[in-house]
């Protein structure tokens, strides 16, 4: 009797830990965020079945606060002014953007659609009149993030 307990252990154990597992963003890695925003993140996911969800990866940084985020949906969201830049080789329809929100915060974003999810790759930065990161640097922030989530998307 013992025996036949002793043989459905593994598949105890296996199950239990896999209940513990994190969440992985399915369009960037943590890694790959850390190595963009350079230095460790926190990372809040949030996935669905559908293939839709969102990854925001956060990094504090003295009155700096990053925030990179990946929002994939099947609903184009309005996000960039109609005249902005045109990326290629980032999905379809790709727009770039920078937004003034307040006197202490900027998001630079790219918008885009890889058949039929649309997906938003965008870089917050608050709380700092001169971030550590210089502003060419944040749209080429934005750029790769989105080069990748294309790219795992198709």
């Known amino acids: ?65 990053y925030s990179l985020e990946i929002v994939v949906e099947s609903t184009r969201r309005i996000t960039c002014p109609p005249t902005s830049p045109k990326l290629q080789g980032i999905g379809n329809e790709a727009s770039a953007c920078r937004l003034q929100r307040l006197p202490n915060e900027t998001v630079d974003m790219v918008s885009s659609r890889v058949r039929t999810l649309y997906f938003i790759t965008s870089l917050t930065i608050r709380g700092a009149a001169n971030p550590g990161i210089p502003l060419n640097k944040q749209r080429d922030i934005v750029e790769r993030a989105a080069e990748q989530v294309a790219g795992n998307l198709y």
């Open 1 to 65: 009797m013992r025996r036949r307990y002793l043989f459905l252990l593994p598949f105890v154990l296996l199950s239990a830990s896999a209940l513990r597992a994190e969440l992985v963003c399915p369009w960037l890695t943590q890694g790959s965020a850390v190595a963009l925003l350079g230095g460790e993140v926190s990372a809040v996911i949030k996935y669905m079945p559908s293939g839709e969800g969102s990854c925001i990866f956060s990094l504090q940084q003295g009155a700096a606060k």
